[in-house]
């Protein structure tokens, strides 16, 4: 049953790659600007330009370049970057594990401290500390990460404090792992514009399950309090809320790009306006298919949460 | 923004005393910051383009000739250069003590391999423009060599002095460069960072001081000045004017303020209506309050300009008189040229460098007052590159070059930037001598005879030069002011050195 719904939902998102990658290739097509151009800068002259044309397979119809980098793609080769010469899979592996890192480090933080903060909101209806925590968490909601970094870094970086690094600086040859100070701050911001999100939707989403019939039942059967909340309760709550996480997470994909450029973080981010700049097609649309290969995985996962944590899905007909 | 806060929080770090007036000490590393590079930054100082390569071409190698801080070329590699009576062949005399970072010494053919491999029509280099007339280099002994040429040229010597006339041994393969300069490569990442370390086979008597240097690539101001703030790099190139106050009011941080002949004009087809008409262009240039354009665009670090290029240049005509807002005659003369209720025109704008596209933006200010209506068409860069050249009313920048070297750059026939398409014989005809005449006095008065044809009639509005501006930490020594127009004192780190709390 689960099968099966996941084996559609996989074909589906193999259209939704393909249709990604014909409308990435569009726009690029669109973009004004010569890449050799790009490339060169005020030092193109004719005979530099026509040489880098031919490097770049630039001569060649734009069909015929997206068909045999969609080839390539199925024998997981990524193409090779105009503006480098380089293999485009050799540029990304190190961004994106950097990317995929500093998300991951974001999410573990920002997943639990969402739903422990939007429970425990929750449970306290109406008190000092929901309050807080629901006006707070709106506030920070309302805030950019462009501004929300900004203000770290000079809370702790530059003006006020200089107890940590403002910017990402890892050696040739290094992770940014590496350097554990660097990445407290990326982190932070990411984790301050997800976790208000999650703990949010935790506490509307717990609520609504404490108000419901069968947790008063069990209430009034007896059952002890600590109980009716984790076998009761909560697993109600998680379907919804995973859908939330998720879209925070695929959002999350969007906010890094933000959060590289601000931190001179070396992740995907950076990399794709730097190719989006060059007109570096290859890698544009390189960079754009891992980035919907993340959004459609993590979606992926919340329904198969959201199916497993719903009675009605997980035992009834089809959907 | 972070620096406005910067400014409003004052420094938390209390400013320490360094010692660094000299000897320089020997050791330690420094890392670099700018904004800039991409995929394709490249570690082959023949086609240096962005900062980040022309800090590696200037490191990592040498050039026969060099401009020193007050732009006057200098030996480096060749002891001499010296051309014949006309110009046409030139004469170069190599030191006998230079080796390359491998070990081996450099030897005739390796200069004449460097020049075959900048001029080569299968992969012509930044430098082949300049050396289209080199018919051949003929080696005369162990030590010397000529450059023989189709036509004369007594600029030929500063193209040698340009950082990407690079001299490589005759194997040269990018993928694992050697060179001469004072470091060599330790790593590198396009448009991230390169690590270059001591060359421990340096031929040069002063320097380097330090072991080690790191570039690093940033693409944006704010995270740029925040490395320094943090204290994450030692010297950052390239600083907006505006911030100049503000980073300076940090007790920690030095500013280096250069005087350079790195200008940033307006550009006017002169084939093309409305600037085929030179009474337009005279009006244009009396629109321009060049005093505001120094003060708004660079906050007042450059200086003015009187529509001539090459200010260091030794023929510059500093006695013509300074070229100031006259609006009411710009009006006159729009009217004689059949424009009597003003224009319209576009400006076609782009962030090609700092200051490019605020100075159009004041210029469309100050120029309304004259009945010139601008109207700026702000591109991104690739797409301003891609059609560089072809508009009417556009602007530029170069860094400092003299009159010759510029003229063969922007506004000669042939030149591979002539963006105001100018093609006037008088002028023509004047450089044309120059290029032949080996007497200085006599070439400095036919420059100073072709730079007033510009003053009158060219297509270049040169409203003032920009200083450039950089910021470092107090404990660095060895940087000075430097005319060039490339940051960090011309990026000659063979000269810095780290100083010691006092």
Redesign the interface.
């Known amino acids: 049953m689960i099968a099966k719904l996941i084996v559609r939902r996989l074909a589906i998102s193999l259209v939704i790659l393909l249709a990604v990658s014909l409308l990435v290739f569009g726009a690029t097509l669109l973009?004004?600007?010569?890449?050799a151009?790009?490339?060169?800068?005020?030092?193109?002259?004719p005979?530099?330009i026509a040489?880098l044309h031919q490097q770049m397979h630039l001569d060649q119809p734009a069909g015929q370049r997206y068909l045999s980098w969609l080839g390539g793609l199925f024998t997981g080769d990524l193409g090779t970057?105009a503006?480098?010469g380089?293999p485009v899979i050799d540029?990304l592996a190190d961004r994106a594990r950097a990317s995929v890192f500093l998300m991951v480090a974001a999410a573990l933080i920002s997943i639990p401290a969402g739903l422990a903060l939007g429970i425990w909101s929750a449970l306290r209806r109406g008190r000092v500390a929901d309050s807080a925590i629901t006006g707070i968490s709106l506030v920070l909601a309302a805030l950019p990460e462009f501004v929300i970094g900004?203000a770290l870094?000079?809370l702790f970086?530059?003006?006020?404090?200089?107890i940590?690094?403002?910017?990402t600086?890892?050696?040739?040859?290094t992770q940014v792992w590496d350097f554990p100070a660097q990445l407290i701050l990326p982190t932070a911001v990411l984790v301050l514009v997800v976790t208000p999100y999650i703990a949010r939707m935790m506490r509307a989403t717990m609520l609504e399950v404490l108000d419901s019939g069968y947790v008063e039942m069990a209430r009034l059967k007896g059952v002890p309090e600590r109980r009716v909340i984790l076998r009761h309760a909560l697993p109600h709550a998680i379907g919804p809320v995973a859908q939330v996480v998720a879209i925070q997470l695929a959002w999350m994909a969007g906010g890094v790009v933000v959060v590289e450029?601000?931190?001179?973080y070396?992740g995907l981010g950076?990399a794709l306006?730097?190719?989006v700049?060059?007109?570096?097609v290859q890698?544009v649309q390189a960079v754009t298919m891992i980035v919907a290969v993340i959004y459609i995985v993590v979606n992926l996962l919340a329904d198969v949460v959201g199916i497993l944590a719903n009675p009605k899905l997980r035992t009834g007909g089809d959907r | 923004m972070s620096a406005v806060l910067a400014a409003c929080g004052g420094t938390a770090a209390p400013a320490q005393q360094f010692d660094l007036e000299g000897p320089p000490l020997e050791g330690g590393s420094l890392r670099v910051g700018f904004v800039g590079g991409g995929a394709s930054d490249t570690l082959d100082g023949a086609n240096a383009t962005n900062l980040g390569d022309i800090a590696r071409a200037v490191s990592m190698y040498n050039t026969l000739l060099y401009f020193d801080d007050d732009y006057v070329l200098q030996p480096m590699l060749a002891t001499s250069v010296t051309p014949n009576d006309d110009a046409t062949v030139w004469t170069a005399e190599l030191r006998d003590d230079v080796t390359f970072s491998d070990g081996r010494p450099m030897t005739v053919e390796d200069v004449i391999s460097s020049f075959e491999r900048i001029v080569d029509p299968e992969d012509p280099k930044s430098g082949a423009a300049s050396l289209s007339h080199l018919r051949e280099m003929v080696k005369l002994d162990e030590r010397t060599l000529e450059f023989r040429l189709d036509t004369s040229d007594t600029a030929l010597d500063e193209t040698f002095g340009q950082y990407t006339s690079i001299i490589v041994p005759t194997d040269f393969d990018v993928a694992a460069p050697v060179g001469s300069g004072p470091f060599m490569l330790e790593s590198f990442t396009a448009a991230q960072s390169t690590v270059l370390r001591r060359n421990p086979h340096y031929w040069g008597a002063e320097g380097p001081y330090l072991d080690e240097v790191s570039l690093l690539n940033f693409n944006d101001t704010d995270a740029l000045i925040n490395s320094l703030l943090s204290n994450q790099v030692d010297a950052i190139a390239q600083i907006p004017p505006a911030l100049t106050e503000v980073i300076a009011s940090d007790q920690r941080i030095k500013i280096l303020n250069s005087e350079t002949g790195m200008y940033l004009p307006f550009t006017m087809r002169v084939d093309r209506a409305p600037f085929d008409d030179e009474r337009v262009r005279q009006a244009f240039r009396l629109a321009v309050h060049r005093e505001g354009m120094i003060e708004q665009v660079l906050s007042g670090k450059g200086t003015i300009g009187n529509d001539m290029f090459a200010a260091f240049d030794p023929a510059y005509p500093g006695e013509l008189s300074q070229r100031t807002q006259d609006i009411a005659e710009a009006k006159r003369l729009l009217a004689e040229a059949g424009h009597p209720d003003g224009l319209e025109v576009e400006l076609v704008t782009a962030p090609i460098q700092a200051g490019v596209v605020e100075a159009a933006q004041v210029f469309a200010e100050q120029a309304a007052e004259a009945g010139i209506i601008v109207s700026i068409n702000r591109m991104d860069l690739t797409a301003y590159w891609t059609d560089y050249l072809n508009y009417d009313f556009s602007q530029s920048f170069w860094y400092t070059r003299n009159f010759l070297a510029q003229s063969n750059a922007a506004v000669m026939p042939g030149a591979p930037f002539n963006e105001t398409h100018w093609a006037d014989e008088e002028y023509i005809a004047l450089v044309e001598q120059a290029r032949a005449e080996v007497d200085d006095a006599a070439r400095g008065e036919l420059i100073a005879q072709a730079q007033e044809i510009l003053y009158d009639r060219g297509g270049y509005i040169i409203w003032g030069f920009a200083n450039q501006i950089d910021a470092y930490q107090g404990y660095v020594g060895g940087f000075v002011e430097n005319r060039t127009g490339i940051p960090l004192s011309g990026f000659r780190l063979d000269r810095v050195w780290i100083g010691e709390a006092a």
């Open positions: 973009l004004p600007g010569d890449p151009r790009a490339i060169l800068g005020q030092q193109a002259t005979e530099r040489a970057s503006a480098s380089q540029l900004i870094v000079a970086a530059t003006t006020v404090l200089s940590l690094p403002a910017v600086m890892s050696p040739p040859g450029f601000l931190f001179r070396p950076q306006i730097e190719a700049d060059y007109r570096d890698v």
